[in-house]
């Protein structure tokens, strides 16, 4: 069976709900099983990014530290919307992991090379 292209789009805050731990371990899943899943922040979804979370400040598992493990997963696509960060004042250096930063119609034109999207 072929690898899927899979793109998980995160678009929700680390600590507003589950979900981006959520999200983070459905990727995780998906890498163990071979598929192609890349990974694209996108509006409060880029505070994921930010370095020195401490989740458990506020009793949460810290969602920079689920975020560690995706290149042991070969999850190494890893995208950010321009545009969010931008609006967010967040510069790259800013960040816990290595991500692109995409314009809108990079992330269109990824979007559309997928298989399947899983947006938060």
């Given at each position: 069976?072929?690898?899927?292209?899979?793109?998980?789009?995160?678009?929700?805050?680390?600590?507003?709900?589950s979900n981006a731990v959520e999200a983070l371990d459905s990727a995780l899943v998906a890498g163990v099983f071979e598929q192609n899943v890349s990974v694209l922040?996108?509006?409060?979804?880029?505070w994921q990014l930010l370095?020195?979370?401490?989740?458990?400040?506020?009793?949460r598992r810290t969602v920079g530290n689920v975020m560690q493990a995706l290149p042991q997963y070969d999850?190494?696509?890893?995208?950010a919307c321009e545009v969010s960060l931008n609006e967010r004042g967040l510069q790259?250096?800013?960040?816990?992991?290595?991500?692109?930063?995409l314009s809108l119609e990079e992330q269109?034109?990824?979007i559309t090379r997928q298989d399947a999207v899983v947006n938060d």
């Amino acid at each position: 069976m072929d690898a899927k292209h899979i793109l998980y789009l995160l678009r929700k805050s680390p600590y507003s709900s589950s979900n981006a731990v959520e999200a983070l371990d459905s990727a995780l899943v998906a890498g163990v099983f071979e598929q192609n899943v890349s990974v694209l922040f996108k509006d409060d979804g880029v505070w994921q990014l930010l370095d020195g979370q401490r989740g458990a400040a506020i009793e949460r598992r810290t969602v920079g530290n689920v975020m560690q493990a995706l290149p042991q997963y070969d999850i190494e696509q890893l995208f950010a919307c321009e545009v969010s960060l931008n609006e967010r004042g967040l510069q790259l250096e800013d960040l816990a992991l290595t991500v692109k930063p995409l314009s809108l119609e990079e992330q269109r034109k990824l979007i559309t090379r997928q298989d399947a999207v899983v947006n938060d």
